[in-house]
Nanobody
């Protein structure tokens, strides 16, 4: 049974930082590409970071330079370090494993709210 469990969300002021974690089980983690997506109210889910199984990373322009994705294969965990947070980063953040360029399994999500 595949499980992806996110943690680390919360309320932070603009300019602040948060670190999200996603613990995976039930998958051969080291060979999976992993990604973080987010969904704000009334908007479609969008990709914010991908880390390929070789360690290469990919970000959209909206978060480039502010977000950093990393992985620890020994712990089957992927992280998202978010710095210089903006109110428009407010969303539910989801972890996923990516097979053939397609998100496959999803976690339950963790809420990130950026507000003063």
């Amino acid at each position: 049974q595949v499980q992806l469990v996110e943690s680390g969300g919360g309320l932070v002021q603009p300019g602040g930082s948060l670190r999200l974690s996603c613990a995976a089980s039930g998958i051969y983690f080291s060979i999976n590409h992993m990604g973080w997506y987010r969904q704000a109210p009334g908007k479609e889910r969008e990709s914010v970071a991908i880390i390929y199984n070789g360690g290469t990373t990919k970000y959209p322009d909206s978060v480039k330079g502010r977000f950093t994705i990393s992985r620890d294969n020994a712990k089957s965990t992927v992280y998202l370090q978010m710095n210089s947070l903006k109110p428009e980063d407010t969303a539910v953040y989801y972890c996923t494993n990516i097979i053939g360029n397609h998100p496959t399994y999803w976690g339950q999500g963790t809420q990130v709210t950026v507000s003063s």
